[in-house]
């Protein structure tokens, strides 16, 4: 079972390689957003995407609502901190 960790993208650090920056619970972390960009949109439309991160890689776009029933339920396992 793969775990995917909710975050906003909150900047494009390089588009070339298509890499963005997320914040995940107020951590920022560099991504690879390559397997949610779209050809027919610039990366920047991306910004304040919420997504799933797995291992660096932003896996898929989720609506707000449900990244935030996820990190509700992952602090209520202990598994993100503020």
């Known amino acids: 079972m793969c775990l995917g960790i909710p975050g906003q ?4 650090s390089n588009a070339a390689d298509k890499l963005g920056i997320v914040d995940i ?3 920022k ?3 690879n957003l390559a397997c949610i960009a779209d050809a027919q ?6 910004i304040g995407s919420w ?8 896996m898929a776009r989720i609506d707000e ?3 935030s029933a ?10 993100v901190e503020e």
């Open 9 to 12: 993208i909150v900047a494009i």
């Open 29 to 31: 972390k560099e991504v």
């Open 65 to 67: 609502a449900e990244a």
């Open 41 to 46: 949109r610039s990366l920047n439309d991306y």
């Open 25 to 27: 619970s107020g951590v």
């Open 70 to 79: 996820t990190l509700a339920l992952l602090r209520s396992l202990g598994g």
């Open 51 to 58: 997504v799933l991160i797995h291992v660096g890689f932003a």
